[in-house]
């Protein structure tokens, strides 16, 4: 099985991460960064940590407490402000919060960090941003680790932001019909409604996934895999494998 290794130019300073969407996925996801950020610091003594910002220009609604990590309390406030407040009061932290939708006009901007992460519902979105950043060749170390879901299965698929030479595939390689896709409307204004989209879990468990792997990365500087098919029914996860010909069953062309 062939490996993903981290530049040696990422190990020892601080990572940048910009964290796209802050909802389900996003804010389950961001309380693994927190207690990452944490570990990173004491075993290296503050040299290695994560410096992030998130995105994201929604409000907290009534059907998102209890789905998501927020609080009765939250109701009516941007969700992006609400958790990097949170966490850098509790953390003494100096994250960034954004209250802004992503877009591609936002590639310049996306290019200045470490790893870009998308967890937002619309395909559509996705697929702007892959659209945009394979036009793009220069920030090669660029790293967009992508977390999608539907009901009760999900997928986390780590690669290379921008076009490169030996680019590892991000999702938007290995799944260019995203801009074809039909996105649904996501809001949803009660519980019941909400938990008939998405079954309860299902965004922490695509977000325990992409956490791991991105630790795994971080901590130890290489990968086996490079991403995830959690399939919550089946109670299965299956790798996605570094190699060619698993590329190619996607039609990908290394």
């Given at each position: 099985?062939?490996?993903?290794?981290?530049?040696?130019?990422?190990?020892?300073?601080?990572?940048?991460?910009?964290?796209?969407?802050?909802?389900?996925?996003?804010?389950?996801?961001?309380?693994?960064?927190?207690?990452?950020?944490?570990?990173?610091?004491?075993i290296?003594?503050?040299?290695?940590?994560?410096?992030?910002?998130?995105?994201?220009?929604?409000?907290?609604?009534?059907?998102?407490?209890?789905?998501?990590?927020?609080?009765?309390?939250?109701?009516?406030?941007?969700?992006?402000?609400?958790?990097?407040?949170?966490?850098?009061?509790?953390?003494?932290?100096?994250?960034?919060?954004?209250r802004?939708?992503?877009?591609?006009?936002?590639?310049?901007?996306?290019?200045?960090?470490?790893?870009?992460?998308?967890?937002?519902?619309?395909?559509?979105?996705?697929?702007?941003?892959?659209?945009a950043?394979?036009?793009?060749?220069?920030f090669?170390?660029?790293?967009?680790?992508?977390?999608?879901?539907?009901?009760?299965?999900?997928?986390?698929?780590?690669?290379?932001?921008?076009?490169?030479?030996?680019?590892?595939?991000?999702?938007?390689?290995?799944?260019?019909?995203?801009?074809?896709?039909?996105?649904?409307?996501?809001?949803?204004?009660?519980?019941?409604?909400?938990?008939?989209?998405?079954?309860?879990?299902?965004?922490?468990?695509?977000?325990?996934?992409?956490?791991?792997?991105?630790?795994?990365?971080?901590?130890?500087?290489?990968?086996?895999?490079h991403?995830?098919?959690?399939?919550?029914?089946?109670t299965?996860?299956?790798?996605?494998?570094?190699?060619?010909?698993?590329?190619?069953?996607?039609?990908?062309?290394?």
């Amino acid at each position: 099985m062939n490996t993903f290794k981290l530049s040696n130019s990422l190990m020892m300073r601080p990572i940048k991460i910009a964290l796209i969407g802050a909802g389900g996925t996003g804010s389950a996801l961001l309380t693994e960064l927190f207690q990452m950020d944490y570990l990173l610091r004491n075993i290296s003594q503050n040299s290695v940590y994560l410096d992030i910002a998130v995105f994201d220009d929604d409000e907290v609604s009534h059907s998102n407490v209890g789905r998501q990590s927020f609080w009765a309390c939250d109701i009516g406030n941007n969700k992006a402000e609400t958790l990097v407040n949170r966490f850098n009061v509790h953390g003494g932290l100096s994250w960034t919060a954004h209250r802004e939708r992503v877009s591609k006009a936002h590639v310049d901007q996306l290019a200045k960090f470490d790893v870009l992460i998308t967890c937002v519902d619309k395909a559509a979105v996705r697929a702007e941003l892959g659209s945009a950043f394979n036009q793009v060749k220069r920030f090669a170390e660029t790293l967009w680790l992508d977390m999608g879901n539907d009901k009760s299965s999900g997928q986390v698929v780590l690669g290379h932001a921008f076009d490169r030479e030996n680019k590892l595939p991000n999702v938007f390689d290995l799944y260019p019909s995203l801009s074809e896709m039909v996105d649904k409307d996501e809001d949803s204004c009660s519980h019941e409604a909400a938990l008939q989209k998405q079954e309860f879990g299902i965004n922490k468990k695509v977000a325990l996934e992409a956490s791991t792997l991105l630790w795994k990365l971080l901590r130890h500087g290489e990968i086996k895999h490079h991403g995830a098919f959690i399939n919550m029914d089946e109670t299965s996860v299956q790798p996605l494998k570094i190699d060619t010909q698993t590329w190619a069953m996607f039609g990908y062309q290394s």
